[in-house]
C-alpha cells in the first residue's frame, strides 16, 4: 500500500504547525518550508480545516494553527479521513454474474481486508503528539549539531 502525497502533505502541516504551539503560520511559510507546491497545500489545509484538525485566520495577520488536541489525534484515523482509497487490489468480478474471475472466493479480498485493518491498528497507536515530539527532539539534535 502507498500512501499519497495528500496524506503525506496533511500530516507535514500537522507536525508544522503542532511544532508552533498555537502561534498562527502561513500556507507560504509551510510550502517553502517543506517544498510543497502553494496550490495544493491550500487544498490540504482547507480539507484539514474542514476536519477541524486545523483552525484558520483569514485577514493581513492571518494563517493556520492546530485547532485539534494533538494527543487525541490517531495517526490511524487521520490518514483515514485523508486518504481516498484503500483498495490494495481491485475486484475482477465479471460483470455477467458477479462472481470472481480468478475463482479464489474472494480469500484474497479478505486477506487484503485482515492486513488493512491490522495496518490501521497499528498506526492508531501512535499520535500526533508522538509526531511532534519526535520532530521538536530531531530538529533539536540537529541545531546542536549545526
Not at 500556507?27 to 484558520?56: D, F, M
Not at 479480498?109 to 527532539?137: C, H, V
Request: net charge negative.
Amino acid at each position: 500500500m502507498r500512501l499519497t502525497l495528500h496524506t503525506d502533505y496533511a500530516l507535514r502541516v500537522l507536525v508544522h504547525v503542532g511544532l508552533r504551539q498555537g502561534e498562527l503560520t502561513t500556507i507560504n511559510e509551510i510550502a517553502e518550508e517543506h517544498a510543497i507546491s502553494k496550490n495544493h497545500l491550500t487544498k490540504v489545509v482547507h480539507q484539514l480545516g474542514r476536519a477541524g484538525y486545523l483552525e484558520t485566520v483569514r485577514g493581513k495577520y492571518g494563517g493556520v494553527r492546530l485547532q485539534a488536541d494533538p494527543h487525541l489525534v490517531r495517526i490511524g484515523q487521520l490518514i483515514r479521513e485523508v486518504e481516498e482509497d484503500f483498495a490494495l487490489a481491485r475486484c475482477q468480478r465479471d460483470d455477467d454474474d458477479g462472481s470472481c474471475r480468478l475463482g479464489m472466493g474472494c480469500v484474497a479480498r479478505a486477506a487484503f481486508a485482515e492486513g488493512l485493518e491490522a495496518f490501521f491498528d497499528k498506526l492508531d497507536r501512535y499520535t500526533l503528539a508522538d509526531m511532534i515530539t519526535a520532530e521538536r527532539s530531531r530538529t533539536g539534535l540537529l541545531a546542536a549539531c549545526g
